[in-house]
């Protein structure tokens, strides 16, 4: 495996995470208008097609909520959320207001989001060093000193 595998698979969990957060805010926003969780679910998963179709149809599908929550609880690709889904079906089942979870699980995701952004920007300078070094600097010098080096080799020529 080498190492464009892995910033791959990276980009694509960053990006799989943020498009469950924007299924996760739109959720959330249905169901603090006050809507069914039923509905909320299939409009939040209909919205996020647009983006992302496999995530859509992952989250979506024509069976009921109840057996989505359960399938998605034991098969999501990520699987810290996993808890979540489990935790919004027992929730669903017993008749509990969902909004307080829905809304927890939003700002654990804002959370993630967030302190990967802070270790991608604290690791960047290196990253942008290291470019800079090995393919900037060295042109740049060639341009600064190539009349020095033309002059130098006319003099001893």
Known sequence: MGPGEVS???????????????FVESLHLHLAAGYDLAFAWGEAARGLAVFSPTLAS???GDA?????????????????????????????????????A?????DRLRTEQEEALVRHA???????SVVLLLFFLPATF??????????WSAALD
């Open 58 to 60: 992952e989250l979506g």
């Open 142 to 151: 060639l341009l600064l000193f190539y009349p020095l080096l033309a002059e």
């Open 102 to 106: 829905v809304r927890s699980l939003r």
């Open 122 to 128: 604290e690791e960047y300078p290196m990253k942008a």
């Open 64 to 100: 009921p909520l109840s057996e989505r929550l359960e399938r998605l609880g034991k098969t999501f690709s990520q699987e810290g959320a996993r808890v979540w889904f489990l935790l919004l079906l027992a929730l669903y089942r017993e008749g509990s207001p969902l909004l307080a």
């Open 8 to 22: 791959l698979k990276g980009a694509k969990a960053r990006r799989e995470q943020s498009e469950l957060l924007h």
